[in-house]
């Protein structure tokens, strides 16, 4: 069974910093690409951040280029965001996603697993 538990959000001041933990297991891990969703209130998800099977390539959504980055640890099934310079805008519930193969993508109906989300809330 294909589990992915996310943690790490919570309440934090505009122009700080969080760094979102996502924990893969039920599946071997190298064989999959990984990202990060988000969902506001009242607004549909939308792409964050993904990063390929072995880390060689990601991708950003323009909203936090520059900001956010998106990393993994093969070794230990766990995939990262770290998000710095906090906008209002960017709260949010904050998804993992998987998608066996080796590319990037930033449509969530690619992605096979989700976690069940983690808020983060960035107060002005």
């Known amino acids: 069974q294909v589990q992915l538990v996310e943690s790490g959000g919570g309440l934090v001041q505009a122009g700080g910093s969080l760094r979102l933990s996502c924990a893969a297991s039920g599946l071997t891990f190298i064989l999959y690409s990984m990202a990060w969703f988000r969902q506001a209130p009242g607004k549909e998800r939308e792409f964050v951040a993904a990063i390929s099977w072995r880390g060689g390539s990601t991708n950003y959504a323009d909203s936090v280029k520059g900001r956010f980055t998106i990393s993994r640890d093969n070794a230990k099934n766990m995939v990262y965001l770290q998000m710095n310079s906090l906008k209002p805008e960017d709260t949010a519930v904050y998804f993992c996603?998987?998608?066996?193969?080796?590319?990037?993508?930033?449509?969530?109906?690619?992605?096979?697993?989700w976690g069940q989300g983690t808020q983060v809330t960035v107060s002005s």
């Open positions: 996603a998987s998608r066996r193969g080796a590319t990037v993508h930033d449509t969530p109906q690619l992605y096979d697993y």
